[in-house]
T-cell receptor, first 114, second 112 residues
Framework: DVKVTQSSRYLVKRTGEKVFLECVQD?????MFWYRQDPGLGLRLIYF???????EKGDIPEGYSVSREKKERFSLILESASTNQTSMYLC?????????????FGSGTQLSVL | QKEVEQNSGPLSVPEGAIASLNCTYS??????FFWYRQYSGKSPELIMF????GDKEDGRFTAQLNKASQYVSLLIRDSQPSDSATYLC????????????FGSGTRLLVRP
């Protein structure tokens, strides 16, 4: 079975803290993604990685960075958390079908920044 | 204009009816189209994908693609209360095969 594991289901942090969100996949997928999901805005891509140590900005990278030191692990870093980063964060991994990416999602991390 | 648009709903249908969910997209060069189902409090799961014009059937689900009109739809036959969820349309953008753009989703309610 496909498995994408996010380290925390719920997280509460204070403004200005550095926050790490961890994601691990066991499917040997090349590609990994971080999205955030907000009511009425849908899923928005923050960053993705198509190989170890490779990363590309998505649509809303400001205030975030990522790290991919190993194929199975993709970390999202909030350098200095702000209240507008309160959101549901979803990690995904994918394989390329030749006709597009099939994404498999983790269970999500609900982050609250106070 | 949003790149992928969906009516937010809720779309309410009686049990046993056909539910029709629609999605339009702006990038004419888009090649691949996906439907994800998301139950409340859960993460999205892939239920269908399509990349050729026409229909693709999988059990009670049919995906329909019309590239000329830039829309993709999902039909759910014999709707069940367990189909009540938010359905997300996602499109691969032509400029990046890695990048999926999601619509904001349509909430479906199936009344027993």
């Amino acid at each position: 079975d496909v498995k994408v594991t996010q380290s925390s289901r719920y997280l509460v942090k204070r403004t200005g803290e550095k926050v790490f969100l961890e994601c691990v996949q066991d499917m040997d997928h090349e590609n990994m993604f971080w999205y955030r999901q907000d009511p009425g805005l849908g899923l928005r891509l923050i960053y993705f990685s198509y190989d170890v140590k490779m990363k590309e900005k998505g649509d809303i990278p400001e205030g975030y960075s990522v790290s991919r030191e190993k194929k199975e692990r993709f970390s999202l870093i909030l350098e200095s958390a702000s209240t507008n980063q309160t959101s549901m964060y979803l990690c995904a991994s994918s394989f390329h079908t030749g006709a597009g990416e099939k994404l498999f999602f983790g269970s999500g991390t609900q982050l609250s920044v106070l | 204009q949003k790149e992928v648009e969906q009516n937010s709903g809720p779309l309410s249908v009686p049990e046993g009816a056909i539910a029709s969910l629609n999605c339009t997209y702006s990038d004419r060069g888009s090649q691949s189209f996906f439907w994800y189902r998301q139950y409340s409090g859960k993460s999205p799961e892939l239920i269908m994908f399509i990349y050729s014009n026409g229909d693709k059937e999988d059990g009670r689900f049919t995906a329909q693609l019309n590239k000329a009109s830039q829309y993709v739809s999902l039909l759910i036959r014999d709707s069940q209360p367990s189909d009540s969820a938010t359905y997300l349309c996602a499109v691969n953008m032509m400029d990046s095969s890695y990048k999926l753009i999601f619509g904001s989703g349509t909430r479906l309610l199936v009344r027993p």
